[in-house]
């Protein structure tokens, strides 16, 4: 087993981000590096660039990024953790694969459509092949479990359907070279919705800051917001079926469920007749408890540049010495003579 997965560094983490992602990446990291097994948890920096950006913000978004991975419980001891640019496998790689990658597939890929818009022929190059990229990211450490949010399934498909037509197109039968990931999306908490509108997803491209519980909240931020978050006037019902229609409250009831780590079934169990003018207070405490160290650790590390600067380096020093067979394999595998 070897769990990969990357993020990209775009600041301003949020619970969103938090609960469905990072704290399945720490999961997966305490559960199977215990076994033995290798995590991988890198900096999408590559991909960051297939947006318009600023540099100056890139770099520094790039430390923050590692400094609040640390800070919810990545460990560079249990987890390989790095940022693409310092390991070019990944780079060459996408090349490589470039050529067994079709039009068509990518041209279908939904992130694909929504980023590009209506201005198809204003996009970069780069964001049409972002899933080739992505598809390297996993190939090259023949990762096997890829935890992602749901929104991630359609790359995953794409990165599967990639390995087996090189493996078809240049590989013996009995020695394919690329391993076939397997997404891993973890069922309660894939969706956290805005606190504003709960047809939304949390996002930090919400011009509302109301919308979202960032990483950087201080208490006082939290509760404001979960107080002022959108909600009906009933009370909370007695069954995640009387949820139904009612996406504010379902969406509360979600979080405070994903915090505790109980099925929302349970939290109803408890406040099952409460009106909001409880059950927001607890909700906003819970929030508080549990994510004040974080926050605390973030702030700290955050302004240590060389810790953060050690970490990457040494987590790119790793990757790279798992990546260079496969990328090897994968030049002779198509007939490039390397010295
Ligand atoms: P944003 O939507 O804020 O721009 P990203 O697209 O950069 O966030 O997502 C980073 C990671 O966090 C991805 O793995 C994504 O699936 C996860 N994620 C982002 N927003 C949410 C959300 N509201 N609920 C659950 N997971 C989320
Ligand atoms: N595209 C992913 C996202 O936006 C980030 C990512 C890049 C990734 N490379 C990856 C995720 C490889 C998993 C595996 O969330």
């Not at 909001?276 to 605390?296: D, R, W």
Request: net charge negative; proline share 6%.
């Amino acid at each position: 087993m070897r769990i990969v997965s990357g993020i990209q560094p775009t600041g301003n983490l949020h619970l969103g981000n938090y609960l469905g992602a990072i704290r399945n990446w720490v999961r997966m990291q305490d559960e199977y590096s215990a076994k033995g097994a290798e995590c991988l948890y890198f900096l999408a920096d590559l991909h960051a660039i297939s947006m318009p950006h600023s540099p100056a913000e890139l770099a520094s978004n790039t430390r923050e990024m590692v400094a609040a991975l640390v800070s919810c419980g990545i460990d560079p001891d249990k987890s390989i953790l790095f940022n693409q640019a310092q390991v070019p496998a990944h780079a060459e790689l996408q090349w490589l694969l470039n050529g067994t990658a079709r039009m068509g597939w990518l041209n279908r890929m939904t992130q694909w459509k929504d980023k590009a818009g209506k201005n198809r022929e204003g996009a970069s190059v780069a964001l049409f092949t972002y899933p080739v990229l992505q598809a390297a990211d996993i190939l090259l450490y023949q990762g096997t479990h890829v935890p992602v949010g749901d929104d991630q399934k359609q790359h995953l498909e794409l990165a599967r359907d990639l390995a087996q037509k090189f493996n078809n197109d240049f590989c013996p039968e009995d020695a394919p070279l690329f391993t076939l990931p397997e997404p891993i999306i973890p069922p309660e908490a894939a969706r956290i919705m805005s606190l504003r509108d709960g047809t939304a997803k949390m996002s930090k491209s919400d011009p509302s800051d109301m919308s979202r519980i960032n990483l950087t909240d201080d208490a006082d931020a939290i509760m404001q917001k979960v107080k002022k978050a959108k909600t009906d006037p009933e009370p909370l019902p007695a069954t995640v079926e009387g949820l139904a229609g009612r996406p504010e409250a379902n969406n509360l009831v979600g979080i405070y469920a994903a915090m505790v780590g109980l099925a929302p079934a349970a939290v109803l169990a408890e406040f099952e007749g409460k009106g909001f003018g409880q059950f927001k207070p607890a909700l906003g405490e819970l929030l508080v408890e549990k994510l004040s160290p974080m926050a605390a650790r973030y702030r700290e590390l955050r302004e240590d540049r060389e810790a953060l600067d050690a970490i990457l380096c040494k987590g790119a020093l790793n990757a790279r010495d798992l990546a260079a067979p496969t990328l090897t394999r994968a030049y002779e595998a198509l007939g490039l003579v390397r010295g």
